[in-house]
């Protein structure tokens, strides 16, 4: 199986290629299609996703829904992490701490910078920090994704 960086670096040159690659991530864990997202960027140490504010991802103001956001960062983790590791390692999201720093009245846009190093016998826990934007680019809530990572059995 390619990696994701190497599938999403292939699917993007082609035209709605983004769109099938998100498809594909949302058939692999389809809790993630219930927002809908957009995968835009996936490289090593960085990725990102949106989703469109409609009305099924609001809540009873009018704004994103606090766990549709915490959805687009746990996809944008998950992804990244996946793209990252060594395949001597496996991982699992152990918890997640959310800031809401801002009503969530637009499209958002999550970003995740991660540069790490792993050795193949590395075990432990791993803190993603990704943010949430809205339309004007200002932070709307900052999420620290704790992914347990240890070797594949």
């Not at 910078?113 to 934007?133: C, H, I, K, M, S």
Request: charged letters at 20%; aromatic letters at 6%.
């Amino acid at each position: 199986m390619p990696s994701p960086v190497k599938l999403f670096a292939a699917l993007s040159r082609l035209p709605l290629g983004r769109e099938l690659f998100t498809r594909g991530v949302c058939r692999t864990a389809p809790y993630f299609g219930s927002i809908r997202p957009l995968v835009t960027d996936l490289r090593l140490g960085r990725c990102e996703a949106s989703l469109r504010k409609r009305r099924s991802v609001q809540n009873h103001i009018g704004t994103v829904h606090a766990i549709a956001m915490c959805n687009l960062c746990e996809l944008v983790g998950g992804l990244l992490i996946e793209a990252t590791l060594p395949k001597a390692l496996r991982w699992i999201p152990k918890g997640m701490t959310v800031r809401y720093l801002k009503k969530a009245a637009t499209d958002l846009h999550a970003v995740l910078e991660w540069t790490p190093a792993f050795a193949d016998d590395f075990r432990g826990d791993v803190v993603l920090p990704v943010q949430v934007l809205d339309s004007a680019g200002i932070v709307v809530m900052e999420a620290d994704i704790t992914m347990y990572v240890s070797p594949r059995r």
